[in-house]
């Protein structure tokens, strides 16, 4: 599985982005795709994870409400919308897809991972 995420780039606080992750080549082969970003300074950490066949969605606790994840399976893409951005959003964000998967939030479980697209949220 080859993964390109984009999206990223600069915003106000306050402001709003989509994060867009195309999926490529053994695509029938994924089970979830999950966000991450790493942040300057800082380890790589979980955002959300859908699972691709039904569309269910799980988040990190300090995300809900403003980032929604979805699919569209017809162009094998997953979208990040992130609203209300803050400072403390500003980060390189990734896609990763898993054939299989134990702890969605867990990076380890991630074999598939895209080239990070750059979000920077100017305050």
């Known amino acids: 599985v080859q993964l390109q995420a984009s999206g990223g780039g600069l915003v106000q606080a306050g402001g709003s982005l989509r994060l867009s992750c195309a999926a490529s080549g053994r695509t029938f082969s994924m089970y979830v795709l999950g966000w991450f970003r790493q942040a300057p300074g800082k380890e790589r950490e979980f955002v959300t994870g859908i699972w691709w066949s039904d569309g269910s969605t799980y988040y990190a606790n300090s995300l809900k409400g403003r980032f929604t994840v979805s699919r569209d399976m017809a162009k094998n893409t997953v979208y990040l919308q992130m609203n209300m951005l803050k400072p403390e959003d500003t980060a390189v964000y990734y896609c990763?897809?898993?054939?299989?998967?134990?702890?969605?939030?867990?990076?380890?479980?991630?074999?598939?991972w895209g080239q990070g697209t750059l979000v920077t949220v100017s305050s």
């Open positions: 990763a897809a898993a054939s299989s998967l134990v702890r969605v939030e867990r990076i380890s479980g991630y074999p598939y």
